[in-house]
């Protein structure tokens, strides 16, 4: 698996030369999608390399190229939250070489001004997801998730969070636990998990949440000690034990029903014909041991979900996120001026 990713890691430069000389694509016609893909694809990463979003990308860049039968190359386009990757795809002809290698953080871009295209313009191919898990420093006087709670009832904000970016994934699941348990943390941005992560070892804050893939080794290194999963089921990781789900106490987590995946993504309106190509080789991959075994490896569930059923899971996470992030003054354009349905 080391030297797999290492191949992967690798592939940078030479994705990044290959784009150059790629060019741009013309219009699609029926003549191309007959004989669809004829050159390579590019992969629009919009996270930076060596993260999860990242090295998922490269993943199915891999396992894409025997099912395509041609090289599908990965450029990490950082920058906007975003948005730089998610308006190269969307500027791109809808001729199925140009994706995007998306997470979930794709769901709120439009309300936080990154994009103006919503959920319903793209077609969602994705691949693996990691449930949040909330966790202490080894030392910290709370010893359950109830600890926790108590003492945010006794004293409201008393306790500092780190859950990455403001509107981000990790922090709606904190906004979810709040209002789950009728509790107040004061919440502190970080520029992604790492740095949240760094934050509670360094103890600037009280209290970390992001995923148990990421946090993993921290908590067997003991690190970091879990209080639970911010999710409605437990989580058994080898080398710990059980982590317990906050959603057994705090059954109102279930409200705002919003998840990891990582994956990638299409103009919905790309040609249906291309579409099924690319649905039938994702299919295949769901199924390449390389990937079920790095995703294994990293504590990533399986998902392989696409078409229909994405874009219903996606629909009902963007009404109920982005009218979260509203009511909270957190975003910059209105839902409903997006036509975005209250959920």
């Known amino acids: 698996m080391k030297n797999t990713l290492f191949r992967l890691v690798a592939g940078l430069t030479l994705s990044s030369a290959a784009l150059f000389l790629s060019g741009c694509g013309p219009a699609s016609n029926s003549a191309e999608t007959d004989s669809w893909p004829t050159k390579p694809i590019t992969i629009s990463c919009f996270a930076a390399a060596g993260g999860g979003t990242d090295l998922i990308s490269r993943m199915v860049a891999q396992a894409m190229e025997p099912e395509l039968g041609v ?13 730089a990757a998610i308006n190269h795809v969307w500027s791109r002809p809808r001729d199925g070489y140009e994706w995007g290698g998306f997470s979930e953080s794709v769901i709120p871009a439009s309300v936080l001004g990154i994009t103006e295209t919503t959920t319903k313009d793209w077609a969602y191919f994705m691949v693996a997801g990691a449930p949040g898990v909330i966790s202490v420093a080894p030392d ?19 306790v500092k969070a780190a859950a990455g970016l403001t509107g981000g994934l990790w922090h709606t699941k904190l906004l979810a636990l709040e209002e789950a348990a009728g509790v107040q943390f004061q919440f502190i941005p970080y520029k992604g998990s790492q740095p949240s992560q760094l934050a509670v070892l360094t103890q600037e804050v009280d209290v970390v949440l992001t995923s148990i893939s990421e946090q993993a080794e921290l908590i067997r290194g003991g690190r ?10 437990p989580k058994e990781l080898d080398g710990f034990g059980t982590i317990p789900a906050a959603g057994v106490n705090y059954p109102g987590l279930s409200a705002l029903p919003v998840g ?10 790309t040609p249906t014909d291309i579409l099924a190509r690319i649905t039938s080789a994702f ?9 079920i075994s790095y995703c294994d490896e990293q504590l990533l569930d399986l998902m392989g979900i696409h078409g229909e059923e994405s874009l219903a899971m996606t629909l009902k996470a963007e009404r109920v996120w982005t009218w979260k992030l509203h009511e909270l003054g957190i975003t910059v354009k209105s839902p409903a001026d997006l036509g975005i349905a209250r959920p």
């Open 140 to 158: 910290s006087p709370f010893k359950s998730l109830e600890d926790l709670v108590a003492a945010l009832k006794a004293n409201p904000k008393s």
């Open 283 to 291: 299919e295949k991959i769901m199924q390449d041991k390389e990937l």
């Open 71 to 83: 090289k599908v190359n990965v450029i990490n386009r950082t920058g906007g939250r975003g948005g």
């Open 260 to 269: 990891q995946f990582l994956g990638f993504a299409l103009p919905a309106d």
């Open 224 to 233: 970091v000690r879990p209080l639970a999963m911010v999710e409605m089921a």
